[in-house]
């Protein structure tokens, strides 16, 4: 869970000897393996359907202002952004050890609910594949 792009999960200088990205090519044969491995950074499903991996994705996903400046949301309140991360982390992490399909669908209804009032979650709602 972090920034990325299509090509991994970065580094961004937290992991010495990992250099740009903890999460990328050199670690495809190892999440072959798995298939109830959890992908949360921006362009994350390019990378895992690039490598035909599984598990749970994101695609673009907005977790701080400057992408959500990008993406046209400017002068967005940072407050809704900070919303949307908490619920978002807090629903990952209350089903990080339950099947994917638990995490899939209490994002769907949680998460959903405050994408009604909330652009920012809509938009990350939205880059989440359905399986």
Same mark, same amino acid.
């Given at each position: 869970m972090g920034h990325g792009s299509p090509y991994g999960l970065l580094?961004?200088?937290q992991? #010495? &000897?990992a250099g740009l990205y903890i999460v990328d +090519? =050199?670690?495809v044969s190892g999440l072959k393996k798995m298939s %109830? =491995? *959890?992908y949360i950074w921006c362009y994350a499903d390019q990378f895992v359907q690039r490598y035909g991996l599984s598990g749970f994705i994101t695609g673009m996903f907005?977790? +701080?202002s400057g992408e959500a400046d990008y993406w046209g949301f400017e002068g967005i309140n940072e407050g /809704? #952004? &900070?919303q949307s991360n908490g619920l978002f982390a807090s629903i990952v992490s209350k089903? *990080? %050890?339950e099947p994917l399909d638990i995490l899939y669908n209490k994002l /769907? *209804? +949680?998460y959903k609910l405050l994408a009604q009032t909330n652009p920012i979650a809509k938009f990350n709602l939205e880059q989440i594949p359905i399986t």
């Open positions: 580094s961004r200088g992991f #010495i &000897d +090519e =050199s670690t %109830n =491995s *959890i907005i977790s +701080e /809704l #952004i &900070d089903c *990080i %050890n /769907l *209804i +949680e």
